[in-house]
C-alpha cells in the first residue's frame, strides 16, 4: 500500500480544541481551532439505497449521503491517525460530520506494509 496516494485529494479535518472556561453566562467558550489537513486521501461517494416499495423510493434508486475517505497510512509503522469521532470534516468545499469510529486496516500479512484508516462522512444537513 503506497504511503501516499498520487492523485488523492487533500481532507481538511475541523476540531475544536478544548473550552478554556466560561462565560459570564456559564456558557462554555470555544477553544482554539486545531484543524489540520490530511493529504493525498481516497474520496469516493457512499450511497443509501433505500428499501424497495418502501415510502423513500420514489422515481430514485440510490441516494449519495456523504464520502468513505481513505488516509493513506501514516508515515513511521507506530502512528495512529488522530481522528476522533467529534471532529469535522471539509470536503470539496462540503462540511461533513465523522459517522463512526475510523477503521484501521492494520498491517497486511502478506506484505508487511500498513494498510489505509478509513472514516465515513456525512453531510450536514439542517
Do not use: N
Not at 488523492?8 to 467558550?29: F, H, K, M, N, W
Not at 433505500?50 to 497510512?73: F, M, N
Not at 481522528?83 to 497486511?108: F, H, M, N, Q, Y
Amino acid at each position: 500500500m503506497p504511503s501516499r496516494y498520487p492523485y488523492g485529494e487533500t481532507v481538511r479535518i475541523l476540531r475544536t480544541g478544548a473550552s478554556p472556561g466560561r462565560d459570564a453566562r456559564g456558557q462554555p467558550l470555544p477553544g482554539p481551532d486545531e484543524s489540520f489537513d490530511l493529504q493525498g486521501c481516497v474520496v469516493t461517494p457512499r450511497a443509501e439505497t433505500p428499501q424497495v416499495g418502501g415510502d423513500q423510493q420514489q422515481a430514485r434508486d440510490t441516494v449519495i449521503v456523504g464520502w468513505t475517505v481513505y488516509v493513506p497510512a501514516p508515515q513511521k509503522a507506530q502512528t495512529r491517525l488522530p481522528l476522533r469521532t467529534t471532529d469535522k470534516a471539509k470536503i470539496r468545499g462540503v462540511a461533513c460530520d465523522i459517522t463512526g469510529e475510523p477503521g484501521d486496516w492494520g498491517r497486511s500479512p502478506f506484505t508487511g506494509t500498513r494498510g489505509p484508516v478509513q472514516f465515513a462522512a456525512d453531510r450536514v444537513t439542517g
